[in-house]
């Protein structure tokens, strides 16, 4: 994965797991555990950090992301500017 394709990955995860605690999470607990290795992933470079993690329990998702750039946490409009 290439940086452009991370930071565009990790926008579009953004906004499309924004809202999963209200999803209904697989039954088994097997498929929870594909779900999670699925969409968890991160990224990694000299510069910048992005970790995306999905969390499945018996009743909720949990979605948490962080990105950091020089070192420094930051938020994800930063991330957006990198873009362009």
């Known amino acids: 994965m290439t940086r452009i394709e ?34 968890s992933w991160r990224y990694e470079d000299e510069e910048i950090t992005l970790r995306v993690d999905i969390t499945c329990t018996c009743n909720n998702y ?10 420094k946490r930051v938020t994800i409009r930063e991330v957006k ?3 362009t």
């Open 81 to 83: 500017k990198l873009l």
């Open 6 to 39: 991370a930071i565009e990955r990790f926008i579009s995860d953004s906004k499309r797991f924004k809202n999963t605690y209200f999803w209904n999470p697989p039954l088994s607990a097997k498929a929870r555990r594909c779900e999670e290795k699925r969409n």
């Open 62 to 71: 949990y979605f948490s992301k962080e990105a950091y750039i020089g070192g």
